[in-house]
């Protein structure tokens, strides 16, 4: 069903929010756009109405973790703990090494590649190659981190999808999962995803001030 208007979208959310057990929040890009858009700088930005509604279902105990292809930890900014955001993309937030995953911190990273005149840094450890903690194109998808989103796929009886076009896969394969699995299934996105006919609600509004009435302080 998709949402006629924005009170109607409310009324339906409130509803599927308050009859829930276990919330699966997933999150795409659109649920940053206006993080993004407030913000001169990406490192200055800091949790919207979306991330800071997830974060009270979080502290309710509603929501265990939440799912995400994001990579800018806003998430974590919004008082999620860092252990229950599952990153299916990575962080850009610090980095790691490729070969033992040791992390490190930015600044550090930028004084060493000074240091040592515009050469990048080896891993203290095992001398191995430096990079942001992102995916990049060709790398695997997380294993450990696939598991544990398909464990609160699984666990779920609400699948929130928000702000994510439900195009890359296997991440969009979880909307399916759920659903297939018995949850109900709700998307909040501005545009129609492939999943939109299979879904208990569909919200093709503001993701801000649709999940706006859900922060509590």
Same mark, same amino acid.
């Given at each position: 069903?998709?949402?006629?208007?924005?009170?109607?979208?409310?009324?339906?959310?409130?509803?599927?929010?308050?009859?829930?057990?276990?919330?699966?929040?997933?999150?795409?890009?659109?649920?940053?756009?206006?993080?993004?858009?407030?913000?001169?700088?990406?490192?200055?930005?800091?949790?919207?109405?979306?991330? #800071?509604?997830?974060?009270? *279902?979080?502290?309710? %105990?509603?929501?265990?973790? !939440?799912?995400?292809?994001?990579?800018?930890? /806003?998430?974590?900014?919004?008082?999620?703990?860092?252990?229950?955001?599952?990153?299916?993309?990575?962080?850009?937030?610090?980095?790691?090494?490729?070969?033992?995953?040791?992390?490190?911190?930015?600044?550090?990273?930028?004084?060493?590649?000074?240091?040592?005149?515009?050469?990048?840094?080896?891993?203290?450890?095992?001398?191995?190659?430096?990079?942001?903690?992102?995916?990049?194109?060709?790398?695997?998808?997380?294993?450990?981190?696939?598991?544990?989103?398909?464990?609160?796929? #699984?666990?779920?009886?609400? *699948?929130?999808?928000? %702000?994510?076009?439900?195009? !890359?896969?296997?991440?969009?394969?979880?909307? /399916?999962?759920?659903?297939?699995?018995?949850?109900?299934?709700?998307?909040?996105?501005?545009?129609?995803?492939?999943?939109?006919?299979?879904?208990?609600?569909?919200?093709?509004?503001?993701?801000?001030?649709?999940?706006?009435?859900?922060?509590?302080?």
């Amino acid at each position: 069903m998709i949402a006629p208007d924005l009170e109607t979208a409310i009324d339906e959310l409130q509803e599927l929010v308050e009859g829930a057990r276990v919330i699966a929040p997933f999150t795409g890009a659109g649920i940053s756009t206006e993080c993004f858009a407030m913000e001169a700088q990406f490192s200055a930005a800091k949790p919207g109405r979306g991330h #800071l509604a997830l974060a009270s *279902f979080y502290r309710a %105990g509603k929501a265990p973790a !939440v799912i995400t292809q994001n990579i800018d930890n /806003l998430h974590q900014s919004s008082g999620i703990s860092a252990e229950h955001v599952i990153e299916l993309h990575g962080n850009n937030s610090y980095a790691s090494c490729l070969t033992c995953s040791k992390r490190y911190e930015l600044s550090w990273v930028r004084q060493q590649f000074t240091d040592a005149r515009e050469r990048a840094p080896d891993c203290t450890d095992c001398g191995g190659y430096i990079k942001t903690a992102t995916i990049s194109f060709g790398q695997p998808m997380p294993e450990r981190e696939m598991r544990r989103a398909e464990q609160l796929t #699984l666990d779920c009886d609400l *699948f929130l999808a928000v %702000g994510s076009s439900l195009v !890359v896969w296997p991440a969009a394969g979880f909307p /399916l999962l759920a659903k297939r699995n018995g949850a109900r299934l709700v998307i909040i996105n501005r545009e129609a995803t492939e999943f939109d006919e299979i879904a208990d609600v569909v919200i093709r509004q503001d993701i801000g001030t649709v999940l706006s009435p859900f922060i509590v302080h």
